[in-house]
């Protein structure tokens, strides 16, 4: 099969990648690079797909309708899409609100109007987010709860994503399933993430801030569990029931919340090195605590969070440490 990735530069993009390689697939990854972290990361997870047998890249914004019909007309094998390329951060999306409108809401558009010409295409699934849940407070979060209280810009394109593919569902018996992650984490991760601003501030010396004295909560996923359910995910396209459109929505998370300050001292013990901490309220889009019920994707696919905190932290630590040495190796060569 031939898997059409968008965002395969990214971080949970690049690793689907490697898994869809590892069991034979074909991949067609697409990404633009954008620089709104170190384009030096995104660049060194390419690498490390290119000498990959069955991998094609191609660099292309996925809102250029030019560019992706041309794609799609030249990848007549599609059997598959993976669509992960969003502009992400939800506080970035109060600095650059047009960023988010071009890459979320104008290139989903763009993405089910490809999928949709497709010949073959048995199956689209897409990057949502725990976000879209924003101030609900019972947990844990179920996938029919009310999502009409978004806390951010970003929360609201990630939920018109998921409406925009209900539409397509219905009106083109599109088969889609969109993925709600849970504060994904692990080796080669994104540099905006809290525990990844965390640890350089930790190596630099630099204080964290700390929103509510470390009391918040998050349901930190790790990586490799994410992609267990994308791809498993992907392997089992909806029919649809009662002649309703073949869409679906399901969380992918760890059912198990931990606080900010377990977070910390997990990365201290990790790196050897303690925090310096800088306290201040939280941020009006930040929400208390997030808890993924996954139930639905467990029946699906079985589906099982593997990776305690704890242990996802070390790996993450391990890899960083070893990324950061390469960065320094190559900063010294350079008379930096």
Same mark, same amino acid.
């Given at each position: !099969?031939?898997? /059409?990735?968008?965002?395969?530069?990214?971080?949970?993009? =690049?690793?689907? %990648?490697?898994?869809?390689? #590892?069991?034979?697939?074909?991949?067609?990854?697409? #990404?633009?690079?954008?620089?709104?972290?170190?384009?030096?990361?995104?660049?060194?997870?390419?690498?490390?797909?290119?000498?990959?047998?069955?991998?094609?890249?191609?660099?292309?914004?996925?809102?250029?309708?030019?560019? !992706?019909?041309?794609?799609?007309?030249?990848?007549?094998?599609?059997? +598959?899409?993976?669509?992960?390329?969003?502009?992400?951060?939800?506080?970035?999306?109060?600095?650059?609100?047009?960023?988010?409108?071009?890459?979320?809401?104008?290139? @989903?558009?763009?993405?089910?109007?490809?999928?949709? @010409? *497709?010949?073959?295409?048995? @199956?689209?699934?897409?990057?949502?987010?725990?976000?879209?849940?924003?101030?609900?407070?019972?947990?844990?979060?179920?996938?029919?709860?009310?999502?009409?209280?978004?806390?951010? *810009?970003?929360?609201?394109?990630?939920?018109?994503?998921?409406? !925009? =593919?209900?539409?397509?569902?219905?009106?083109?018996?599109?088969?889609?399933?969109?993925?709600?992650?849970?504060?994904?984490?692990?080796?080669?991760?994104? $540099? #905006?993430?809290?525990?990844?601003?965390? %640890?350089? %501030?930790?190596?630099?010396?630099?204080?964290?801030?700390?929103?509510? #004295?470390?009391?918040?909560?998050?349901?930190?996923?790790?990586?490799?569990?994410?992609?267990? +359910?994308?791809?498993? =995910?992907?392997?089992?396209? $909806?029919?649809?029931?009662?002649?309703?459109?073949?869409?679906?929505?399901?969380?992918?998370?760890?059912?198990?919340?931990?606080?900010?300050?377990?977070?910390?001292?997990?990365?201290?013990?990790?790196?050897?090195?303690?925090?310096?901490?800088?306290?201040?309220?939280?941020?009006?889009?930040?929400?208390?605590?997030?808890?993924?019920?996954?139930?639905?994707?467990?029946?699906?696919?079985?589906?099982?969070?593997?990776? $305690? /905190?704890?242990?996802?932290?070390?790996?993450?630590?391990?890899?960083? *440490?070893?990324?950061?040495?390469?960065?320094?190796?190559?900063?010294?060569?350079?008379?930096?």
């Amino acid at each position: !099969m031939t898997i /059409l990735l968008t965002g395969v530069a990214g971080f949970i993009g =690049s690793h689907v %990648a490697r898994a869809l390689l #590892d069991r034979g697939e074909r991949v067609v990854g697409l #990404d633009s690079v954008n620089d709104y972290y170190d384009v030096r990361l995104k660049q060194a997870r390419l690498e490390r797909l290119a000498a990959r047998p069955g991998f094609r890249f191609c660099r292309l914004d996925i809102s250029d309708r030019a560019a !992706m019909a041309e794609l799609a007309a030249a990848e007549r094998g599609i059997t +598959g899409i993976v669509h992960l390329a969003a502009q992400a951060g939800v506080r970035h999306s109060m600095v650059a609100p047009f960023d988010y409108a071009a890459a979320n809401l104008m290139g @989903h558009l763009v993405v089910l109007e490809t999928a949709r @010409h *497709l010949r073959g295409l048995r @199956h689209l699934v897409y990057a949502s987010s725990s976000s879209v849940y924003g101030g609900n407070r019972k947990l844990p979060f179920a996938e029919a709860d009310r999502v009409d209280t978004p806390l951010s *810009l970003y929360a609201a394109t990630k939920r018109a994503d998921e409406l !925009m =593919s209900h539409a397509y569902g219905h009106l083109y018996g599109l088969p889609q399933t969109g993925l709600r992650f849970f504060t994904v984490y692990g080796p080669w991760g994104r $540099p #905006d993430m809290a525990y990844f601003s965390f %640890a350089e %501030a930790i190596l630099r010396r630099e204080p964290i801030t700390v929103y509510d #004295d470390g009391r918040l909560r998050r349901d930190f996923t790790y990586v490799d569990d994410v992609v267990a +359910g994308v791809v498993g =995910s992907l392997d089992r396209p $909806p029919a649809g029931e009662d002649g309703g459109a073949p869409v679906r929505l399901l969380n992918i998370g760890n059912n198990r919340p931990e606080t900010v300050s377990t977070l910390i001292a997990l990365l201290e013990q990790a790196l050897g090195r303690k925090a310096l901490l800088r306290h201040a309220p939280r941020p009006a889009a930040d929400v208390e605590e997030t808890c993924a019920a996954v139930d639905a994707i467990g029946a699906l696919c079985g589906f099982a969070p593997r990776t $305690p /905190l704890a242990e996802g932290i070390a790996r993450f630590a391990a890899w960083f *440490l070893d990324w950061r040495s390469g960065e320094n190796d190559e900063t010294a060569k350079k008379g930096g």
